[in-house]
């Protein structure tokens, strides 16, 4: 069982809906959690983190935390064709260092 | 406030080589470590350096390795060069790595085994 995972893909939406990216993880004892945007060719960019249960939102992006159920989400609002790109559920498995687990990633489409 | 810098972008090398890579983290932070990605694999943990320290390691053959100086810079080396090393290596930085710090990413060095 991977650590980190997520639904591949690919997802379409139209542009201004609302986008649903997943993820779950397997350990109980990561600590920290993060989306990460990734457009082709380019290095992985930090969209947001979340580390209490519940929700977090940033501008048009809202995470949501679910430790019991080890679960993770990435809404995003108002989408826009700027948004297509590869999205990265990553979570810290350390309460010391960094030792990031990264999901195989979401390829989002938002058409226009 | 720069970035994250990596060095060389793009290169290629033959199997059997070895490689060396470069990474200046943002100023002030003290942690770095390093990622594989791959189409198959995608990111793949590989180690993180903090003062001068190897701090946590992934499931890499001895073959990778890496060092961090004192100024917080760090190379990762990978000796016996094999196809499959062929991939996009970031380097990531922290402020210090404690649970919560957030990792920002260099643009990476893409990396040709022939």
């Known amino acids: 069982q991977k650590e980190v995972e997520q639904n591949s893909g690919p997802l379409s939406v139209p542009e201004g809906a609302i986008a649903s990216l997943n993820c779950t993880y397997s350990?109980?004892?990561?600590?920290?959690f993060f989306w990460y945007r990734q457009y082709s060719g380019k290095s992985p960019e930090l969209i947001m983190f979340?580390?209490?249960?519940g929700d977090k939102e940033d501008g048009r992006f809202t995470a949501q935390l679910n430790k019991a159920s080890q679960y993770v989400s990435l809404l995003i609002r108002d989408s826009q064709p700027s948004d297509s790109a590869t999205y990265l559920c990553?979570?810290?498995?350390?309460?010391?260092?960094?030792?990031?687990?990264f999901g195989t990633g979401t390829s989002l489409t938002v058409i226009p | 406030k720069a970035g994250v810098t990596q060095t060389p972008r793009y290169l290629i090398k033959t199997r059997g080589q070895q490689v060396t890579l470069s990474c200046s983290p943002i100023?002030?932070?003290?942690?770095v470590s390093w990622y594989q990605q791959t189409p198959g694999q995608g990111l793949q943990f590989l180690f993180e350096?903090?003062?001068?320290?190897?701090?946590n390691k992934g499931n890499f053959p001895g073959r990778f390795s890496g060092r961090q100086f004192s100024n917080s810079r760090s190379e990762m080396n990978v000796s016996t060069l094999e196809l499959g090393d062929s991939a996009l290596y970031l380097c990531?930085?922290?402020?210090?790595?404690?649970?919560?710090?957030?990792?920002?990413f260099g643009e990476g060095s893409w990396l040709t085994v022939v």
């Open positions: 990531a930085s922290s402020l210090d790595g404690t649970a919560g710090n957030t990792i920002y």
């Open positions: 350990d109980r004892g990561s600590q920290s």
């Open positions: 979340i580390y209490s249960n």
């Open positions: 990553a979570v810290n498995l350390r309460s010391t260092g960094n030792q990031f687990y």
């Open positions: 100023s002030g932070h003290r942690s």
């Open positions: 350096y903090f003062s001068e320290t190897q701090r």
